[in-house]
């Protein structure tokens, strides 16, 4: 099962914004797996990306602003880009069907092994750099969440133009 949660859409206000962190991509990644949280339960294999999941132990130690700017940055690519969804999902599933395959020390590493599986389809990382170049040329990225979530407010908002 892989859950995206996102809340009700609110009626229309005013457009909300993160400003892109001056960082490499590559000090984003971390970010990024962070909020892509793999979990197994009561032996069923799901992944979780959502406001209220991260993995805090991912990156050490956690800056706030860039784990927001990540988690913007996910959203936004997951509700506005099919293919980044469809290679979490795609990923999911084909690492559900082998997950019985992997020997003990896979299993106890199962969310490592997952996102290296994750990080090497051809779709996600790059379809999100690509969102964070735009992002970082424009110097800020459209917080969807943030207009549809009040309780969301992540470091770095910026209030709003007219919808």
Known sequence: MLAVLF????PAGAKQFVMTPTVAWEALV????????PQIEEGEFHVYVC?????????????????DFA?????????HDRRIERAVATTT?????????????QRM???EVFWNDLAVHPEFLPRLR???????????????MCEHEPSFRPRGLQGGEAG
């Open 51 to 67: 406001a209220t999941q991260v993995d805090r132990d991912v990156v050490t130690p956690y800056d706030e602003v860039l784990g």
């Open 71 to 79: 988690k913007v940055l996910l959203f936004d690519g997951l509700r």
């Open 7 to 10: 809340a009700s859409p609110a």
């Open 109 to 111: 590493s199962f969310r």
């Open 93 to 105: 599933e084909e690492f559900r069907d082998g997950l019985g395959a992997l020997d003990e020390a």
């Open 130 to 144: 690509a969102r964070f170049e735009i992002a970082r040329r424009d110097g800020r990225v459209r917080c969807w």
């Open 30 to 37: 971390p970010y990024i797996r962070s909020h892509v949280v």
